[in-house]
């Protein structure tokens, strides 16, 4: 179960042969398809924090396809079971899966280990930026920090 309702984590398939190797994404069968809008990469260099943002409507389907990420999303909606939760996952080979984001949860990503990272997202709707809301990653009221911290 998802620290934040309605965000899911879906393990994804990575079929590998002497070729090379296929990653597995999003189908329209699967049971958490909603609907196809566009497709996009965002690509996200060593070190870099992209976010926050939101969007009204659209859902985010997530995959990080060559390198690392890390995903950190924030619940501040008002009827939700779980506001004020917070997530982070690492996304890369070492984890590929699939992170469905649903509308109104704060999101963003910072790129992790040497190499600038490939994220994919397969959108239920046409972005509009007048749908969404951004907040400057280091000076907002999300409690999260995003440096790196040594346990």
Not at 95 to 121: F, T
Not at 124 to 143: A, E, K, W, Y
């Amino acid at each position: 179960m998802s620290p934040i309702d309605g965000l899911l984590v879906v393990p994804l398939r990575r079929i590998p042969d002497e070729r090379g190797t296929i990653l597995h994404m999003l189908r329209a069968t699967d049971p958490h398809f909603e609907a196809f809008g566009e497709i996009y990469f965002s690509m996200i260099y060593p070190g870099v924090v992209k976010g926050w943002h939101r969007h009204r409507e659209m859902t985010l389907n997530y995959a990080c396809v060559h390198g690392r990420v890390k995903v950190v999303c924030y619940d501040d909606r008002v009827r939700s079971p779980t506001r004020g939760s917070l997530m982070e996952i690492f996304l890369g080979p070492e984890n590929y899966s699939l992170v469905v984001i649903p509308p109104e949860v704060w999101n963003g990503h910072k790129g992790m280990g040497v190499e600038p990272a490939l994220v994919a997202n397969c959108a239920t709707h046409v972005h509009d930026p007048s749908r969404s809301d951004r907040l400057d990653p280091f000076d907002n009221d999300i409690p999260y920090d995003w440096a790196i911290h040594h346990h």
